[in-house]
């Protein structure tokens, strides 16, 4: 994880890896960022998106998948991008 980048606080950083943690289980996770998209759980300000790389992914930087969470509520979405190799 020496590369991941993000715009959190350390506090929200462990928080958001603890929500998304049991999606995230075959992910690296290469960034989050804060943004300013409503949840649409509980209807916070903010949310998190993420970009993350399946180790079963061949090519390591390569986003193959988009994480959602939000940090109030727990909320999280996990979405499989289209761009991933073909066998
Ligand atoms: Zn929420």
Known sequence: ?????????????KAFLATVKDLAENLCILYCVKVPVPC???????????????????????????????????YKNLSTLLTIEKM
Do not use: D, W
């Open 1 to 13: 994880m020496e590369s991941f980048r993000h715009n959190l606080t350390p506090v929200e950083v």
């Open 40 to 74: 649409p759980e509980c209807g916070g300000e903010e949310t998190c998106q993420s970009g993350a790389v399946s180790f079963y992914s061949s090519s390591s930087n390569k986003i193959t998948h988009e994480l959602k969470a939000c940090l109030k509520c727990g």
